[in-house]
């Protein structure tokens, strides 16, 4: 009996021991598991915030260089349509990784960025749909007689009203671009970079 005990004893043994073995290989694993999940999630919260602080950052620099171009000459001319069209292409890029918005942890910061691009899309599409409105009526001005004066008053009153709604859209563009800094600020932390350094090299 005593032999059988001691067999018994080691038998339990052996079990417990498998069974810790199991629960220490388990628990081992989900723990690799969540660890793994935290590192790739950390990677593309990291990717998302590289990302579309450049991509904010570009766009803050090309509408600051529009500004500027706006201020010499035709204010509306081909290089601050120019700049403007480039503006729209890079809404363009953020418009087709918009679902990477999604890895950034700060539902507040992605609201904020998403927001922000609408509120320049609006007004940029007004600006270029005004500005072929104007150049149409302005080809339709030159071609009336001088003996029409109503009608010639008629369209150059509804072209002035084109440009102050174009001047209006663009002054809406240039207090949203403004707004730009705080999320690229936010950004910073999380893209464990300095964006600063883009607009330093674009200005120089």
Request: glycine residues 6%; proline residues 3%.
């Amino acid at each position: 009996m005593r032999s059988e005990a001691f067999d018994f004893l080691s038998n339990l043994n052996t079990l417990w021991a498998i069974i810790l073995g199991a629960v220490l290989a388990t628990a081992g694993g989900l723990a690799a598991f969540f660890i793994e999940g935290w590192i790739e999630r950390h990677r593309r919260e990291r990717s998302a915030a590289l990302f579309f602080g450049e991509t904010l950052c570009t766009l803050q620099i090309i509408l600051e260089f529009a500004a500027d171009a706006r201020g010499i000459g035709d204010p509306y001319g081909p290089v601050t349509m120019r700049m403007l069209r480039f503006a729209r292409r890079e809404i363009e890029i953020y418009e087709r990784n918009r679902e990477n918005l999604f890895w950034l942890n700060d539902v507040a910061l992605r609201a904020r960025i998403h927001t922000l691009v609408l509120r320049l899309t609006m007004p940029l599409e007004g600006i270029f749909d005004t500005s072929r409105e104007i150049s149409e009526l302005e080809f339709r001005l030159k071609s009336l007689p001088q003996s029409d004066p109503a009608a010639r008053e008629e369209l150059a009153r509804d072209i002035a009203q084109l440009r102050e709604r174009r001047d209006e859209g663009f002054g809406f563009v240039m207090e949203t671009t403004k707004l730009l800094k705080a999320p690229i600020d936010a950004l910073e932390p999380l893209a464990h970079q300095s964006f600063s350094t883009l607009v330093t090299v674009a200005r120089q």
